[in-house]
C-alpha cells in the first residue's frame, strides 16, 4: 500500500483501519486486472467503474471463494461484528451528521423532513423545474431537521433545508462500509469522493437497503416510497483541523428523473 493511504489509514481506529486497508487492496486489484486486460472491453469497463451487473446464473469456480462485488467486503469478511460496527459509527457520529439525518431516523422523522408544501401565487403547489434534479416534484418549506426536530437547522442555525427527498441507510453496516469505499477511493485517485453508484458501493442488490420519501405530486397529502434502483451514494468529505478526512455527511438518491 502506498505511503499516503497507510497514513491515512492509521488515523482511523479500529475496524475503520481493516476496512480501508480491504478496500484499497482489492481496488488495486481490479486496476492491476484491468491493466492485463486492456483491449477487452469489460477491462475498458472495469477501469471505468462499470454498473454492468454479473450475468444471471454467474458463479465462482468450483472450489474457488467468491470475491464480492463490494471493494469494501473481502472474501471471509461478508459481515462486522456488532462491535466493529458500532466502533466506527461512534467515530462518524462525532465527525458530522450523516447517521443522525441519515441512519438514526424513523419514517415519521423523514416525512417530517419534507416539511410542507410551498404554494404559488394561486395557492396550487410549486414543482421543481426541468433543469433541476428533482424535475415535476414538489418543493417544501418548514422542513423538520431530525437532529434537533425543530425547523432551524442544528448545523447552520438557518432555515433547514431539504430537497424533493429524504433518504436513510437502513442499517449502520452499510454506512460503515460506504465511508470505508469512499475513503480508500479519496486515497487511490489522491481526489476528494464523488456520487457513485450503490452498487459499486455495497454490491448489486444494496438498493433494497435504503428508505426514502417523496410528496406524491397527484396528492400532496401522501408520501410515495422511493425507489433507489440504480440509484448513487452521495458523501461529502471535509479537512480535519487533525489532518485527513472527517465525513460531514453521506446520503443516498434515487437516478434523476426516477420520479414522480
Given at each position: ?23 484499497m ?32 446464473g454467474?458463479?465462482?469456480?468450483d472450489?474457488?471463494?467468491e ?12 459481515t462486522l ?29 423523514l ?8 404554494p ?7 414543482e ?12 417544501s418549506?418548514?422542513?423538520?431537521d ?13 432555515a ?7 433518504t436513510?441507510?437502513?442499517?449502520p ?8 469505499y ?7 485517485t ?5 456520487e457513485t ?5 455495497l454490491?448489486p442488490?444494496?438498493?433494497?437497503n ?22 448513487t ?28
Open positions: 500500500m502506498a505511503e499516503g493511504a497507510v497514513k491515512t489509514g492509521a488515523a482511523l481506529a479500529g475496524a475503520g483501519v481493516a476496512l480501508v486497508e480491504g478496500a487492496d482489492h481496488l488495486e486489484e481490479r486496476a492491476e486486472t484491468a491493466s492485463l486486460n486492456a483491449h477487452s472491453d469489460d477491462a475498458t469497463a472495469a477501469v471505468e467503474g462499470s454498473d454492468r451487473p454479473r450475468a444471471e454467474d458463479t465462482a469456480a472450489g474457488a471463494e470475491v464480492s462485488d463490494d471493494p469494501a467486503r473481502q472474501p471471509g469478511e461478508d461484528s456488532p462491535e466493529q460496527v458500532d466502533t466506527r459509527m461512534a467515530e462518524l457520529r462525532s465527525e458530522g451528521h450523516a447517521p443522525g439525518r441519515h441512519l438514526d431516523v424513523s419514517d415519521e422523522a416525512q417530517a423532513r419534507l416539511g410542507e408544501v410551498v404559488d401565487e394561486n395557492g396550487n403547489p410549486k421543481y423545474g426541468p433543469g433541476s434534479f428533482y424535475p415535476g416534484l414538489l418543493k418549506q418548514n422542513n423538520v431530525p437532529l434537533n426536530g425543530e425547523t432551524t437547522d442544528a448545523v447552520t442555525n438557518g433547514h433545508r431539504v430537497g424533493a427527498y429524504a436513510r441507510f437502513d442499517n453496516e452499510d454506512m460503515v462500509r460506504a465511508d470505508a469512499f475513503r480508500a477511493e479519496m486515497e487511490r489522491g481526489e476528494n469522493a464523488v453508484p450503490i452498487e459499486d458501493v454490491g442488490g444494496a438498493e433494497a435504503f428508505t426514502g420519501f417523496y410528496r406524491d405530486p397527484a396528492d400532496p397529502t401522501q408520501f410515495k416510497p422511493v425507489d433507489f434502483e440504480g440509484g451514494i452521495k458523501p461529502v468529505y471535509h479537512e480535519s483541523p487533525e489532518g485527513g478526512k472527517v465525513l460531514h455527511t453521506m446520503f443516498a438518491n434515487p437516478v434523476r428523473g426516477r420520479h414522480p
